[in-house]
């Protein structure tokens, strides 16, 4: 079923469905884990048994390699054989190891025919057919290696070692008969027959030597575990089996029951969820209505109280919702009013500003033209006519004075061009840069005023764009402008320097001061308009103007323009 589909129907049947889902989900993984571990115990069982029929053929290796060196250590030397030590030592090996059940040694006669020289029965007799009839011996004496062969018919085997003279010639063999039935073997093989299982030692043939429990010939199930363990001294093998089903029984107990159980639980949690969800219906309805009424707008009426549950909790949260979100639309409310009139205040000054420029621009333009007209055209009138007097006859003398009078004429005319170029824009901003403009500034406009000052400037690392120098030098005219002006100072301070990632000026001086509050929204007569003009424009530039002054106490001006971003190194 989709999403969408899920939606369309109600709580109750919601709620149920997912119930259900939720109960059988883990129920389906239970049986996926269940069978999982069916598969761990499994594959862990028969690699344990894996381990231990390789553990016991270690031991059986064991075993059969002390008996070896037991005897190869009781057959001595020939002297020891012609003394009668060798066969003392060999009854002694015999009598220690619990394996052992005879010792026989065979020798030839003189007529190279095989016989009996000596033997030591513990158990029983021993056919000497048996003993010199096995092939094995023959095969020690031609080649003069150690051997084991198994007595015919008999659960026996014998360890074959052969004895050399001086010459190194095998002049006899000495057979040690083992009993693989022995206790010690068959108490290692009862470590693994448990159960109804069982544990064999086989020859390379794959017939009994040993067997404990159950016997493999018996017949082994399908689903019996086997193991097998090789040794190597001999081509023989530990044989292990036992029944899986009696390793996996309580587990198959516990899945039947919860095969029987499962469904039970289903139904149990269908039943009790369609019942339940229906005591959650209902104040689920009348928050539903009250939602939809603050989601409508209506924010007055509050929620219907519910019951101290989760439900309750959630009436109780969508009342704080409404509260809060009444007092946000109220507060929504008056600042939309205070951002309208902040707006209204702000076009105002903007307005005024501008009208303060154009007022400013076209003064500006007045006074240059005035100043045209009243010097500058009336020195170039006046020069003409003295070149005109210096083009009349006259005496050589005459003419000298007069076009001296006209050359001093021309040199006051271009020193009142001079001077409206720097009104306008000092040269010395593009010739020589920021620093050097403000000490031209400074004594420029402080210097007529009677007022002295210091210039200390601390060269920065980094250059202002031009539009920023441009900038900031308005603003620092327009601040030493007022301070000429209007400030009475006698002494002021220029502090140029390079803070992290900003050109910070501050303009310090020991004038009467003033309320900053009072000129921080500019009035009809228009003062205040000039700070706002320089707040304008440097914020254009992402920069700041500070101004911190009071009654008789002087005023300081901190301007501060950014420096141009480095771009990143990839």
């Not at 008999?154 to 070692?161: G, K, M, N, S, T």
């Not at 693994?192 to 086989?202: E, H, P, Q, S």
């Not at 007022?482 to 002494?491: F, K, Y």
């Not at 009654?551 to 771009?567: K, N, Q, S």
Request: glycine content about 8%; hydrophobic content about 45%.
């Amino acid at each position: 079923m989709t999403p969408t589909r899920l939606r369309r129907h109600g709580i109750r049947r919601r709620v149920a469905l997912l119930a259900a889902f939720g109960a059988l989900a883990p129920m389906l993984l239970a049986l996926a884990a269940l069978r999982s571990a069916f598969l761990d115990v499994s594959r862990h069982l028969r690699e344990e048994h894996h381990f231990l029929a390789r553990s016991m053929a270690l031991s059986f290796d064991h075993d059969i390699r002390e008996n070896q060196s037991s005897l190869l250590a009781a057959i001595g030397t020939p002297e020891d054989w012609a003394s009668g030590q060798a066969r003392r030592a060999l009854r002694a090996a015999l009598l220690r190891s619990p394996m052992l059940e005879s010792v026989v040694v065979v020798g030839m006669d003189e007529n190279g025919a095989r016989q009996i020289r000596w033997q030591e029965l513990r158990h029983g007799d021993v056919p000497s057919s048996m003993v010199l009839g096995l092939p094995e011996i023959e095969t020690a004496f031609a080649q003069g290696r150690q051997g084991l062969a198994r007595l015919g018919t008999w659960e026996r085997f014998a360890f074959l070692v052969p004895v050399r003279d001086w010459n190194g010639v095998v002049t006899s063999v000495v057979v040690a008969i083992a009993n693989p039935a022995s206790p010690p073997w068959l108490a290692m093989l009862r470590q693994g027959a448990t159960g109804r299982g069982g544990a064999a030692l086989l020859d390379q043939h794959g017939q009994s030597l040993a067997v404990v429990g159950r016997p493999a010939n018996a017949g082994i199930d399908d689903d019996d575990i086997v193991a097998i363990g090789k040794l190597s001294v001999v081509p023989w093998q530990v044989s292990l089996h036992q029944p899986r089903n009696e390793v996996l029984g309580p587990l198959l107990t516990e899945r039947t029951r919860l095969l029987i159980i499962a469904p039970l639980l289903v139904i149990f949690v269908v039943l009790f969820s369609w019942g339940a969800t229906h005591s959650v219906t209902e104040p689920l309805k009348a928050l539903n209505v009250a939602a939809r009424r603050i989601a409508d707008g209506d924010l007055e009426a509050p929620v219907p109280p519910q019951a101290d549950d989760e439900v309750g909790r959630l009436g109780r949260s969508l009342e704080t919702m409404r509260v809060a979100l009444k007092k946000s639309v109220d507060d929504l409310t008056r600042s939309r009013g205070i951002l309208e009139q902040r707006v209204e205040d702000r076009t105002r000054e903007l307005r005024m500003l501008l009208t303060k420029f154009v007022s400013a621009q076209e003064d500006e333009r007045r006074r240059i033209a005035r100043e045209l007209h009243d010097e500058t055209c009336q020195t170039v009138a006046a020069l003409g006519m003295k070149l005109d007097a210096a083009l009349a006859p006259s005496t050589p003398e005459q003419k000298q004075e007069r076009l001296k009078e006209a050359r001093a004429f021309a040199s006051r005319t271009l020193a009142e061009v001079h001077a409206l170029i720097y009104e306008l824009r000092p040269a010395v901003l593009d010739d020589l840069g920021l620093f050097p403009a403000i000490r031209w500034l400074a004594d420029h406009h402080l210097t007529p005023a009677g007022i002295d000052f210091r210039c200390e400037v601390c060269l920065a690392e980094r250059k202002l764009p031009g539009e920023h120098q441009t900038t900031l030098f308005r603003a620092i005219q327009e601040t030493i402008r007022n301070v000429a002006r209007h400030s009475g100072a006698t002494q002021v301070l220029v502090q140029v320097e390079e803070r992290g990632r900003e050109l910070v000026v501050e303009i310090e001086d020991d004038g009467h001061g003033f309320d900053p509050e009072s000129v921080g929204a500019p009035g009809p007569s228009g003062r205040g308009l000039g700070l706002l003009g320089m707040r304008e424009r440097m914020s254009i530039i992402g920069g700041s103007v500070e101004i911190i002054s009071s009654a008789d106490a002087g005023t300081r001006v901190v301007l501060r323009a950014p420096f141009e971003e480095e771009p990143r190194r990839g």
